[in-house]
């Protein structure tokens, strides 16, 4: 049996540097000859940051780069004295991703407005949002996602390290690591088929599970899953997920050739729920958000022909073929 309950709370305005997203944006801006422009301020604005803007300024080499992004819609803004102003609007930052936004400059004011229709990443990860997370059928652990992608292997059972226990292009199951907002829960000891964490669906916002063309963060060559964590905002939003079962609500196996080599009883589910509320909202608009989730979930299995005992004092094993 395996019965746990979690606790999330996120308090984004007071750990800005705990706990990164992983994303960034960066390129490089030139003017229309293809000479490289220091100095032009580059600005990411959305309103998944609780800043709503974050700016930095290109280097000699008229490189740029702003880093620790939450997943969102972006709009990139390009501008220099003396030079038109350029925009990017559209740009779907997911997690664990390097988006290339380059501009090229033009002498004068007019501003200008591009829509972003394409950027690239040499990492190669697959996103689950949020909405993909709640309606996909899985047993809403993070690691059965990873079977949605081709090539995958495990990470089929319901609970237990099997769960985690994922290889892809053969890989080892010790290799698979999965990971908070960039943190790793990975026990070191036991390697990825032990993780410190089960995760709580209700505060994930999405998840990032990389398969190959890892970046250099990652210390492992498998599967690599990592959960990002909904925040707050300036609304109030809540919702509360429940589900059970129980053995009157599954089939069995249990065939006649099975019974006549012995089998009485085969592998089977004696109850399982999930229990989880969660919300988040603002204290401060624009300034404090929080964010709060909690999880109780307990999973109770049959073992084939395991059975309590009728008489547990004696020593002749009379088993309670009522009691499975």
């Known amino acids: 049996m395996v019965r746990a309950g979690f606790l999330a709370l996120a308090l984004p305005a007071l750990v800005p540097a705990m706990a990164v997203a992983q994303s960034s944006i960066a390129g490089v801006v030139k003017d229309t000859t293809g000479a490289v422009m ?3 301020t580059v600005e990411a604005a959305s309103p ?51 988006a290339t936004v380059n501009a090229e400059l033009r002498v004068g004011t007019l501003a200008e407005t591009i829509t972003v229709s394409d950027v690239q990443s040499t990492v190669k990860n697959r996103v689950f949002a949020n909405e993909v997370v709640e309606d996909l059928p899985t047993n809403r652990v993070v690691q059965t996602l990873a079977q949605y992608i081709p090539g995958v292997i495990g990470g089929l059972n319901i609970d237990g390290p099997n769960s985690r226990a994922l290889t892809i292009h053969g890989s080892r199951a010790g290799d698979t690591n999965s990971a908070i907002d960039g943190m790793s829960d990975r026990r070191s000891s036991t390697g990825g088929v ?103 979930t307990e999973v109770d299995k049959f073992v084939a022909n395991s059975y309590y005992e009728k008489y547990p004092l004696t020593w002749v094993v009379n088993p309670d073929l009522s009691r499975q």
Not at 71 to 98: A, I, Q, W
Not at 260 to 271: E, F, S, Y
């Open 38 to 40: 220091p100095g032009v």
């Open 194 to 296: 032990a993780v410190t964490f089960y995760g709580n669906e209700g505060s994930i916002q999405e998840v990032s599970i990389v398969t190959d063309s890892g970046n250099a963060e990652q210390q492992f060559a498998g599967v690599w899953m990592n959960t990002i964590p909904k925040e707050g905002g300036n609304a109030f939003h809540y919702s509360i997920v429940g589900n059970y079962s129980n053995q009157n609500l599954s089939a069995d196996n249990l065939t006649p050739e099975l019974m006549n080599q012995g089998l009485i009883a085969v592998n089977g589910l004696k109850r399982r729920w999930d229990f989880i509320p969660s919300g988040g909202g603002r204290l401060v608009r624009d300034k404090f958000w929080f964010y709060g989730a909690y999880r109780n």
């Open 48 to 98: 998944a940051l609780i800043e709503k803007v974050r700016n930095v300024v290109t280097d000699g080499q008229g490189l740029y780069r702003i880093v620790d992004l939450r997943p969102g819609t972006y709009s990139v803004t390009f501008s220099l004295t003396g030079f038109n102003t350029v925009k990017r609007d559209g740009l779907d930052l997911p997690s664990d991703y390097t």
